[in-house]
């Protein structure tokens, strides 16, 4: 009679034995780097999502900022251009004053380490 079962390729113990040490150690540091228990918690995380979201928003408004600045030191604004740009972005500035009160959040929740690059804020 002709064993229709399909069989697995064979792995030599050896081999077997060292992928599962090295997953159940992979495991294991990973499970020491996060908290015992995971904070379901609403509200915290309605506050996780609104300091991710404000600190690309302040990071964004950073950048546009820097670039505003260059164009009027290169003299390629207008002058209304020049006073529409600041009145947005002061407009935007305490916008986002209003949400991190909002939020509970500081200038400092809002910062990101960007490791060797530094801190932007």
């Not at 792995?11 to 996060?34: C, E, N």
């Not at 300091?51 to 260059?70: D, F």
């Amino acid at each position: 009679m002709h064993d229709a079962t399909p069989k697995s390729p064979a792995i030599a113990p050896s081999a077997a034995a060292v992928s599962d040490t090295d997953t159940a150690a992979a495991l294991s540091a990973l499970a020491r780097g996060l908290p015992d228990r995971i904070n379901a918690d609403p509200e915290r995380a309605e506050q996780g999502l609104a300091r991710l979201v404000l600190t690309i928003v302040e990071l964004l408004r950073n950048v546009l900022e820097h670039q505003a600045v260059r164009r009027m030191d290169a003299g390629t604004l207008s002058e209304p251009e020049v006073e529409r740009l600041g009145l947005a972005l002061m407009k935007l500035s305490h916008r986002m004053d209003e949400l991190k009160a909002t939020f509970g959040l500081s200038d400092d929740d809002l910062k990101i380490d960007l490791g060797p690059l530094g801190q932007v804020r």
